[in-house]
């Protein structure tokens, strides 16, 4: 394959990879507490320009990384709905173990325990199961401290890790911790708000213009790969006739 080519070939690879990130982020604009997919790109030397100088540079998503910007605080006025304010993760225990995530649009089940729309348990401090009357006032306090009626059933366990290095998406919008990196306590400036959601973070018109964008660099690549096959062609013919 000739330099041209190449190169053309990586960018078009790296820009569906975009594409791919992109259309997942769209899918979650109304997801609360989604987190958006970026990416970060690189340039590969190939060992032939390693060793000659003269070898293929391409252009590649080096990593992906997950964007843990803050989100809209959206008011429901439903009582189980929470947000957090600042930097932290809500704690859920599912049967694979211990999840995070942002999204506190939770429910109570039959038998009062607090679980996400998936039915994990929401974890109190020191792991604890929170559970509740099916009937009666619920009030949050701004530092996770759960009362009915007055009376404290628990705290929520709100934790948090130092950037996104410590964490991996699982999926349903839930994150796992990744590597040795453990969950800390979140911290103190941290708050929960009672009766809201925080939007997604992904930004319809931002995401509306990168994907005018994308498309249009990948065209751009096209172009030039398919310039890349009419002038190896023109230069099989030109030997062909010598």
């Known amino acids: 394959m000739d330099a041209m080519t190449a190169m053309a070939a990586s960018g078009l690879r790296s820009r569906l990879e975009s594409l791919d990130m992109l259309a997942n982020n769209v899918a979650n604009t109304s997801t609360s507490g989604y987190k ?20 293929v540079t391409m252009p590649v998503i080096e990593r992906p990384w997950i964007d843990l910007a803050q989100g809209a605080m959206l008011p429901t006025g439903n009582t ?17 173990g211990s999840l995070y995530t942002r999204n506190g649009s939770f429910h109570l089940a039959a ?27 619920i009030d949050v306090s ?13 705290q929520l366990q709100l934790v948090d890790f130092p950037g ?18 453990p969950a800390a306590p979140a911290d103190a400036a941290t708050t929960v708000e009672q009766g809201r959601l925080e939007a997604s973070n992904t930004g319809t018109a931002e995401s509306a213009v990168r994907l005018i964008s ?6 751009m690549m096209q172009k030039a790969a398919s310039t890349a096959l009419d002038m190896s062609k023109e230069a099989v013919e030109q030997v062909a006739k010598v």
């Open 80 to 96: 189980l709905d929470l947000a957090l304010s600042g930097k932290g993760f809500f704690t859920v225990q599912s049967p694979g």
């Open 142 to 154: 701004r530092d996770g401290t759960v009362t009915q009626d007055g009376q404290i059933v628990g």
């Open 111 to 137: 038998d009062g325990t607090l679980t996400t729309a998936d039915g994990y348990p929401v974890s109190g401090t020191a792991g604890a199961v929170l559970r509740l009357q099916t009937t009666g006032k």
């Open 36 to 55: 958006a997919d970026r990416e970060f790109y690189g340039l590969y030397a190939s060992p032939e320009a390693v060793d000659s100088g003269q070898g």
């Open 164 to 181: 996104a290095a410590g964490l991996a998406k699982r999926g349903n919008n839930y994150f796992r911790a990744a590597g040795a990196v």
């Open 214 to 219: 994308i498309m249009r660099q990948f065209e």
